[in-house]
């Protein structure tokens, strides 16, 4: 009997975790589908919480002593009080060279079926809090592989742009020629809220070969809960933070950053903020410079994360609030025109109204002045396309114009690309000052 005793027997006791620790565990009192109420909850907001067996639902906040949370998966057949636990801290994201070629989801887990992602590093979902003034200047470009952005709406390493346009004009495949040709270390993918055949042939034809081994893509397609769209959206920037931490070029894409307003106009109005514009609620368009400012350069190393966001102009209304809020925030936007798509030019950037606002930072003089004239031709053709295509305009009457009429088939050349092709930025300067150098 007493033998039980034996050091060895008093070890593990003295060893063993005797302390009680509460489990925090609350029930359901409401459900609609999307929202649920818990009662006995005491959570912070972003605490993931298992509701029954298999639901996995997010503390989005709380009301009146009930905890509100969003349903992350699809319909469950929940009863009244069924038990919610804690299961996850909140907000952290597994981020590092462990993530290199893999596709993830919302939640991070691996969706590629190339088994559990090892020797992950951690990082706040919602990024490390900076100044201003840890944001380093864009003074170097970053060739994009697009002839028309290389020689006339520059991209910085550390700039944010936005690609603008209605559905269907070709954002989705100059976002492809961008990641195929970057000259970036690591390319960070946000596929958020589109549609699951698109994410299947992104990673089959832009994310191919090569390309693979430098990239991260994160993918939650439409039918996704809200919360993990905008879980994403986050998970997309804290990956490309960790990155720029360590030195690295990053190029951050995301298509689209509208859908990510739209997760969180879906959450707003389920948690009853009154719908301003659009049906936006106040907190969706908020949402979005916190995001964007993410990305940029970092003043206190090498690193830099070079963003690219599309954003959806909802039937090609340029003044979306989600548009609007974009166009203020980011170093400058692409502006896609369905005009010129339909004529079948492709990408069909429009030049005009479209800006990169570092461009005089990041390229010489020459270059500078060659992209200002063709911007002067191409402006005065637009003014009297009207005149000329009527035969209103008699050739001799004005210079300028003359010399727009003669120069516009060598601009639309010139923004016309191939989608298979690369034009680097050395070759597209020179061909631009080639022909519009004074
Ligand atoms: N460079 C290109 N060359 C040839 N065709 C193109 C090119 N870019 C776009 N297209 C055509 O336009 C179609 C729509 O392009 P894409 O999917 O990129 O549009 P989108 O703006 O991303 O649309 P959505 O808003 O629906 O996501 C393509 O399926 C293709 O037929
Ligand atoms: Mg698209």
Redesign the pocket.
Known sequence: MLNRFTADYLDTLANADFRPTPKVAGRLSSYDGLLMEAIGLTLPVGTVCRVGDQVEAEVIGFRNGRTILMNLGGPAPLLPKTCVRPVGPPGEAEVGEALLGRVVDGAGKPIDGLGPIRGADRWPLAGKLQGPLDRGRVLEPLDVGVRAINGLLTVGQGQRIGIM?G????????LGMMVRAAKADVVVIGLIG?RSREVADFLDTKVAGEARARSVVVAVPANHSPVLRIRGALRTHAIAEAFRAQGKRVLLIMD?LTRVAHAGREIGLALGEPASARGYPPSAIAMLPNLIERAGADAHGTGSITAIY?V?ADGDDGNDPVVDSARSILDGHIVLSRAL?ERGV??AIDVGPSVSRVMTDIVPKGHQLAARQLRRHLATYEENRDLVLMGAYRAGADAAIDAAIAHHGAITDYVRQ??DEVVSLDTATAELVAVFGQ
């Open positions: 346009a559905s269907g004009v070709g954002k989705s495949v100059l589109e689209s599309t959806l798509a492709y990408p191939d989608h």
